[in-house]
C-alpha cells in the first residue's frame, strides 16, 4: 500500500482502540498493517501530509526506517515542533518489538540520551501499549521477550563501542561530535533477515557542525535525507502541534533562530564559501532535477553546433569523485544581451582505474567539442599521456588555486552561472566553508574544483 493510503488506514481508526478489538500478525510487512499497530497499541497517528516543497514527513521517514529502506538516513527537522524525539524513540520501540531487533539509541548528550529513555517509558505507560512484552528493564536497557534488547547510550566513545545492533538511532546529532558518530557509525550490523539500519537525526543549529558534515556525507554516499517542519506537524494539517504553542513559541525566540531551528534555514552564513542565496539561485530545477548518483551521465541539452562550451573534471584520489561537468559558454538572447553560463552535462564517477575515469572525460570533451581542463596536482605525467584530447592539466596549489576557487565563486555570486538542480552538487556548494580557500585547510569538494576548473578554462585566454 502507498503512503497515501497508509495515511488514510491511520485516519479511519479511533485514537485508543479497546484491548483484543485487533489482533496482528508478525512480521508485518506493509505501511498499513504498521499504522494500524501504532494506532491500536500507542494511540498515535504520525502525520502523513506533505506541505513544504521538496520536504518529507515524519510517517514516511519512519517507514522508511522499520522497514530498513536504506541502510543508512537522515532526519531533519524543527526543533521543539517536529516530534524527532518522540518519532525515534516509537521508532525504538517498534524495531524492538516487531521485528526484535537490538536497537541502541544515541543522544548528542548525556541529557538527550535520557529524554529518549523518558519518551520511551512514557509511550509504555498508553492504555493499549504492549507492556506484556517487555521482561525488564535494566539501568539504560529494555528487555522484550522476543530476546531484543533496546539500550540508550551515552554520547561519549567508549559508550559507542560494543555489540553490534541492528540498529543505531541518533538523536540531536548536530550536538555530537563527528569522531564519536564515526565511530558508532560502524556499530549495526544485519542479522539474517533482519537488516541493518542506521537514523541521524537533528535539528541543523550549527554552520559547521556535525550536522553539516552528516548532510555533506549523505549528499556523496547517496543517503536519503527526510525533512520536515512545523508545517507537517501542524494541526491544520493534520498532525498534533497546536496554532497557540506556535504563536507562543513566535514569541519568545529571535527572527534568526525562528528562522533556522524551525523554519530549516540554513544557519548563519558568515561562515560559509558561497552566500546561500546565490547557491538557490544557481541550482534551477526548471532545467530539472537529478541525484548526481555515481554513474548518472546529466545532459540538459544536446550539443549545438554553433555554441562555446568548456569541461572541467577533478579526479578522484582515494575516496574522492571523479567530478566531469560541461559549461555552456558565451550565450545570448535574440536582443545580443548575454546570458549566464549553463552547466549542461554532469557525470560522478567512483575510483576506478585511470583508463575508465579518462574514457568518461573525453566523451564529455568530444560531444560537445569543448575546450577542457583537469586537475593535475600531484599526479605528474601520468593523466597527461592517457589522455587523448586537447585539454590543459592544472596544478591547484597556492595563489593560483585560491584565485581560482574566488574566481568561481566570484561568479557565481554575481548570477553568471545556472545549472539544474543536481543535489550532489548543490549540497556540496551550499555547505562549503572558508576553509575551502586554504590549501591543506579543509578539502576541497569535488564538485567545486570541476566547476572552478571549466570556469577557468572559460576564462583564461587559451585558445585550445
Known sequence: MNASAAAMAVQAIPAVIPPGTHKFELPIRSEAQLALYVAAAFGIRIPDRQVCPHHSTPWRALCDAFFSRSPVMLWEASRGFGGKSQTLSLLGLLLGILRGADTNILGGSGEQSERVLEHMGTLMTRRNAPRHVIQGEVAREMRIINGARVRTLM?????????????????????????????????????GENRSVTVLSSTHHYPDGSMTELKRMAAERGWP??????????????????????????????????????????????SRAIMPASVAAMFDRTLGAFEGQPRQYIEIETPISSAEYVTGCDWAKEKDWTIIVTLRVNREDEKGKPLPAKLVAFERVGREPYPAMIGRFEHQVTRFSSRAAYDRTGLGNVVRDLINVEARGVIMAGRDRADMISNYIGAIERGEIVAPFIAHMEAEHRLASRGIFQAGDEHLPDTIAAGALAWKRARSGWSN
Open 155 to 191: 554520547a561519549s566513545s567508549r559508550s559507542v563501542r560494543g555489540p553490534h545492533p541492528v540498529a543505531l538511532l541518533i538523536d540531536e546529532a548536530d550536538e555530537a561530535e563527528m569522531p564519536i558518530i564515526n565511530a558508532a557509525l560502524g556499530q549495526p550490523m544485519s542479522n
Open 225 to 270: 535525507v527526510h525533512t520536515w517542519c512545523l508545517e507537517e506537524t501542524r494541526e491544520a494539517n493534520g498532525g498534533w502541534l497546536l496554532e497557540s504553542d506556535i504563536e507562543a513559541a513566535r514569541s519568545r525566540m529571535s527572527a534568526a533562530m525562528w528562522e533556522n531551528e524551525i523554519l530549516l534555514q540554513e544557519p548563519s552564513p558568515e
